[in-house]
């Protein structure tokens, strides 16, 4: 029934603790771009076209699915390498240029 208190060294670390964990939190996010883009779609697959005219492929395509081409939206994403997962066929004798790939966080 005793209420202890925890020693003033221990409520030091537990400070310090939380405020590396806001910090990391805040890093991370910082590295998280917004964007407003025109969705395209073709047979090659799903793309954004940022204001400057250039492509990027949709790694995630599923989140866009009830987005129709020419929309545009307002999207946060994080830059990728490459995608991973399943490989999709083309379905279609067309190529599709773009600069980059990313994945999709958020639709605002």
Request: glycine residues 8%; aromatic residues 4%; charged residues 25%.
């Amino acid at each position: 029934m005793f209420k202890k208190s925890l020693p003033k060294m221990n409520k030091m670390k537990i400070v310090r603790v939380l405020l590396l964990a806001g910090l990391l939190v805040t890093a991370s996010s910082c590295n998280k771009d917004i964007q407003k883009m025109e969705v395209i779609k073709d047979c090659t697959g799903v793309y954004v076209r940022d204001k400057n005219g250039q492509d990027r492929k949709v790694c995630n395509a599923e989140i866009l699915d009830g987005i129709a081409t020419g929309t545009k939206i307002k999207i946060s994403y994080d830059k990728m390498e490459q995608c991973f997962g399943l490989i999709d066929g083309n379905t279609c004798e067309m190529a599709h240029l773009y600069v980059g790939v990313l994945e999709i966080t958020e639709i605002h």
